[in-house]
């Protein structure tokens, strides 16, 4: 459903222009009905990845295809759902004038009951005739999340959608992509929550300086991580080790250890 071929992106920074690599040579497919969580450290290119995908910008070589679709080709955003990094909506609108606006957008009739449901999905019917711009964060994160899920789209790109999100927020969230799980969509988020990952996902994908340093069923990255806890243990001179107090299970110690390990700055 989604797939990266060779993909580099670089930016032009400063007076003389000088390229900066913000992804470099990713390549990777998501199949129908996965969830993959792509995590990596801040300035990784977790957001360059994800607007390359959902036909934002344009990788500077290499290319994108969702549904057999080029990013660039619009075709390729009829069955996908996007929440951006940091949403945002215009002053003095309300929240259910945006997402009737939304709503009018997609190519598709979308009834007052679905618009009504994809708010009540996202917690955030409540405040439908609240401006928008008097939301927190949180809500702010739930109305653009309700709008990603509009028309109920087949594929869905989500840019740290647990940000912002409080406790019982980020429960709901869970439940949301179990729910949209079941429902057999294909769900690629960010994520900055290494707990999440074993529950959540059935791929995990991490980046770092750019580069892709693991892409794999995360049944077989929790193998990894128990050999690794199991190789720690063994190797702590005075026989004793602790995660990391941050962090509760071996995935998850892992995962950081990968990250910070291959992390440049
Ligand atoms: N428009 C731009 N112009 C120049 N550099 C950019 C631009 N967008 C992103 N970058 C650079 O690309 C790199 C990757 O940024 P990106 O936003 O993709 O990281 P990220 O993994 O999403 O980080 P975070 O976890 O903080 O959201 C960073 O070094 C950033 O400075
Ligand atoms: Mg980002």
């Known amino acids: 459903m989604i797939e990266l071929n060779g993909?580099?992106?670089?930016?032009?920074?400063?007076?003389?222009?000088?390229?900066?690599?913000a992804v470099e040579d990713l390549s990777f497919t998501v199949e129908k009905g996965k969830v993959i969580g792509f995590f990596g450290p801040n300035g990784a290119g977790k957001s360059t990845t994800i607007k390359m995908?959902?036909?934002?910008?344009?990788?500077?070589?290499?290319?994108?295809?969702?549904?057999?679709?080029?990013?660039?080709?619009?075709?390729?955003?009829?069955?996908?759902?996007?929440?951006?990094?940091?949403?945002?909506?215009?002053?003095?609108?309300?929240?259910?004038?945006?997402?009737?606006?939304?709503?009018?957008?997609?190519n598709a009739k979308i009834s007052k009951e679905e618009i009504?449901?994809?708010?009540?999905?996202?917690?955030?019917?409540?405040?439908?005739?609240?401006?928008?711009?008097?939301y927190s964060k949180g809500m702010t994160q739930r109305l653009a999340l309700a709008v990603s899920i509009l028309g109920d789209p087949e594929i869905l790109i989500?840019?740290?959608?647990?940000?912002?999100?409080?406790?019982?927020g980020r429960k709901e969230f869970k439940d949301i992509i179990f729910r949209l799980k079941e429902r057999k969509k294909t769900i690629f988020f960010s994520s900055h929550v290494l707990a999440d990952?074993?529950?959540?996902?059935?791929?995990?994908?991490?980046?770092?300086?750019?580069?892709?340093?693991?892409n794999e069923d995360t049944a077989a990255i929790e193998k990894e991580a128990e050999s690794y806890a199991?190789?720690?243990?063994?190797?702590?001179?005075?026989?004793?080790?602790?995660?990391?107090?941050?962090?509760?299970?071996?995935?998850?110690?892992?995962?950081?250890?990968?990250?910070?390990?291959?992390?440049?700055?």
């Open 53 to 106: 995908m959902v036909g934002l910008i344009h990788p500077s070589r290499g290319g994108v295809k969702i549904n057999g679709y080029e990013a660039k080709d619009c075709r390729s955003r009829v069955k996908l759902g996007y929440l951006p990094e940091n949403p945002n909506f215009p002053r003095g609108i309300k929240g259910i004038e945006i997402i009737n606006y939304y709503a009018k957008l997609l």
């Open 230 to 265: 199991a190789e720690k243990i063994n190797s702590a001179q005075n026989g004793d080790f602790h995660l990391t107090s941050e962090y509760n299970t071996s995935l998850e110690v892992y995962l950081y250890d990968l990250m910070l390990k291959n992390k440049k700055n």
């Open 116 to 134: 009504y449901d994809s708010l009540k999905l996202a917690g955030i019917f409540y405040a439908k005739d609240l401006h928008a711009h008097k």
């Open 7 to 21: 993909v580099t992106k670089y930016f032009r920074i400063g007076f003389f222009g000088i390229k900066k690599n």
């Open 158 to 168: 989500f840019d740290e959608p647990l940000s912002g999100l409080d406790p019982i």
């Open 197 to 214: 990952s074993k529950e959540l996902c059935d791929k995990i994908a991490v980046l770092v300086n750019g580069r892709l340093i693991k």
